[in-house]
C-alpha cells in the first residue's frame, strides 16, 4: 500500500521539484500539492494523507498555524516541516504545533526521502543543526526529580546507550555506526523505548530522559 503525501509550500518550482523526487520512489504516492493552507482541512480531508510536507512561510496563514489547525482535526497525520529558517523560535513553535520532525530546505534533495521514511517508522526526522538546538534548549530545562526519585522504566543497557546517544542528537545511522548495530536494530530499539516511556516523539523522548535523568 502507498504511503499518501501532501504538500503544502507557495513555491510552484519547489512543489514540482518535490513531486519529482517523491514520484521516483514506488511506495509513495502525490496525494496533494497546494500552494497555501487557507483551505487545508478541506484539502486533508479530500486527499486523505499520511504525511503532510509544510513550509513554515505561507501565505494568510503560517505553516505553524496550519499544522495545529490540522493537527487538532486530523491526529494521525504526522508532518514534517520543510523551511529556510532554523531560528529556536520557530523550531520550537513547530514543534510545540504537532510537526513531527523538521527539514531545512537546502537538505531536501538528499534527506527528504530518508526523512519520510524516518517519520513513518516513528523516528523524528530533523537536519542536524536543528537538533542541536532541540537538544540545547532541552538542557535548558530544569530538573524535575532527584536522583533518588529517577523513575524505573526497565530500560535494558543497550536501550540506555540508545536514548542516551539520542539525547547527545545522533542521528539513527550514527547511532548505528557508534554502537556497531545495524539501523534496523536501532529503529527497532527506539520503538521499544517509545513505547517503555509512553511517548510518541523524538521532542517527547529527549525531554522526558532530560527532566527525569533517565540517562
Same mark, same amino acid.
Given at each position: ?43 486533508? =480531508? ?38 529556510v529558517f532554523e531560528d529556536d523560535d520557530r523550531v520550537f513553535d513547530s514543534i ?35 537538533? =542541536? ?24 543497557? =543497550? ?57
Amino acid at each position: 500500500m502507498s504511503l499518501r503525501i501532501a504538500i503544502f509550500d507557495d513555491n510552484k518550482n519547489i512543489r514540482d521539484s518535490i513531486t519529482m523526487l517523491l514520484q521516483t520512489v514506488p511506495e509513495f504516492e502525490v496525494a496533494g500539492s497546494f500552494s497555501n493552507v487557507l483551505d487545508c482541512i478541506e484539502d486533508i =480531508r479530500e486527499c486523505k494523507p499520511d504525511i503532510v510536507l509544510m513550509d513554515i512561510e505561507m501565505p494568510g496563514m503560517t505553516g505553524i498555524e496550519a499544522v495545529r489547525t490540522i493537527k487538532k482535526e486530523f491526529p494521525q497525520v504526522l508532518i514534517l516541516m520543510q523551511t529556510v529558517f532554523e531560528d529556536d523560535d520557530r523550531v520550537f513553535d513547530s514543534i510545540c504545533a504537532g510537526a513531527s520532525g523538521y527539514l531545512l530546505k537546502n537538505f531536501l534533495n538528499t534527506k527528504l526521502v530518508e526523512s519520510i521514511n524516518e517519520l513513518q517508522y516513528g523516528g523524528s526526522p530533523m537536519s542536524p543543526s536543528i537538533a =542541536r538546538k532541540v537538544f540545547n534548549r532541552m538542557q535548558q530545562i530544569p530538573q524535575l526529580f532527584k536522583p533518588e526519585e529517577v523513575p524505573d522504566y526497565n530500560l535494558t543497557p =543497550r536501550e540506555k546507550e540508545v536514548l542516551s546517544c539520542i539525547v547527545d542528537g545522533l542521528s539513527y545511522k550514527m547511532i548505528a555506526d557508534k554502537l556497531s548495530i545495524s539501523y534496523e536494530t536501532v529503529r527497532s530499539h527506539v520503538k521499544k523505548i517509545y513505547e517503555k516511556l509512553h511517548v510518541a516523539s523524538l521532542t517527547e523522548v529527549v525531554s522526558k530522559a532530560m527532566k527525569e535523568r533517565i540517562v
